[in-house]
């Protein structure tokens, strides 16, 4: 059993996650397919997790590396808002993924992340898997339909949205990525919107 917990925790998954970043939020959203080689095993998978009030972190690639690492960061950071009376920021949540990351870079964790939080502005970030990292000014996108998603917010995005355009732009590259890629799918898009007030989830077709 042990084996067979082992093999399927280091099976990558395909997926599509996406950020955005406006002046006044962030949104990070996810397709919910999960696959296992050729097959899809869960239609409503959760790929986008809370890890503060105002910090979020989508991922992609293998869930059980993952996994384990949402588990880091929400302790950590619970850890750090106790012992200090405050709230971490993105960056510092940011780096602390990275960080573990790279120390682990010679048997990596098999996963990416987009990083979007607001704790008085909005902050959006990508991660790698052996820690490097960077700021995204508008956008991004991680997982095996990125490329499709990507010449949708190419194309459209612009510099001063209300968030129903954001959402509705958001969709648009997600599901762009679903009519394309394979392993992209699942029932919802989930979406998750941070700004000054906390964190949003809601789900779209």
Known sequence: MGGQESKY?????????????????????????????YMAIELETQKVFPIT??????????????????????MQSSLYENERNKKINVKALTTLAA?????????PYEAFFVVGGYINFPELFAVDPIGGFGEQKKFTSIGSGSPFAMGV???????????EEAINLVCEAIRASKKRDINTGGEKIDLYIVDKKGIENIKKD
């Open 53 to 74: 009030k105002q910090i979020v972190f989508g991922l992609a690639g293998a869930q059980g590396d993952a996994a384990q690492m949402i588990r880091i960061l929400k």
């Open 153 to 163: 917010l190419d194309t459209k995005y612009k510099e001063k949205m209300t968030k």
């Open 9 to 37: 925790a280091t099976l990558k998954s395909g997926t599509t996650v996406v950020g955005l970043r406006t002046n006044d939020f962030v949104i990070v959203a996810s397709d919910q397919q999960s696959t296992l080689g």
């Open 99 to 107: 960080n573990i990351f790279n120390a682990n870079r010679y048997y």
